[in-house]
């Protein structure tokens, strides 16, 4: 009976347990700043996720709602992140909510690939006792 009352003091218990709670979609500052107007609904798709909330009566709005209440520990507090996409003619022309991206798009890290080429070394015909009295500080050490 106790977790199905609303009385304040019953939910204090120390014995009752209580999860944390995460609905939604998870939104964070760093998906929002990838967005930009022009994207297509696909882009915008691969970045936030499938929305939580399409309008068939409105198919080019799509919404995002994310709320997390912490549980019995009390680590965190209670949040609550909106954020709405516009589009025309599958291009995003709007953002709105309660996140909003970074206004320069400069100022974000390029993504790059970096290739490293490692020399090939023929591996030397030696036994585990050599390894190990060579890993100890013994024997023949490498001269490079």
């Known amino acids: 009976m106790a977790a199905c009352s609303s009385d304040p003091i019953v939910n204090r218990l120390p014995f009752v347990y209580r999860i944390d709670i995460q609905q939604g979609n998870v939104i964070n500052q760093e998906m929002v ?48 992140e909106r954020i709405s996409l516009f589009f025309e003619q599958d291009q995003l022309v709007e953002i709105t909510g309660t996140m909003q991206p970074d206004p320069q798009p400069d100022a974000l890290p390029t993504n790059r690939q970096v290739t490293v080429t490692v020399p090939r070394q023929e591996p030397e015909d030696i036994g585990i006792l050599t390894r190990t009295w060579r890993w100890m500080g013994f024997g023949k050490q490498d001269q490079n």
Do not use: C, S
């Open 33 to 80: 700043d990838k967005l930009r107007t022009g994207m297509n609904k696909r882009q915008a798709q691969f970045i936030l996720g499938a929305p939580m909330l399409v309008d068939p009566f409105h198919a080019d709005r799509w919404d995002y709602f994310y709320r997390y209440k912490p549980g019995t520990d009390g680590k965190g507090e209670e949040k609550q």
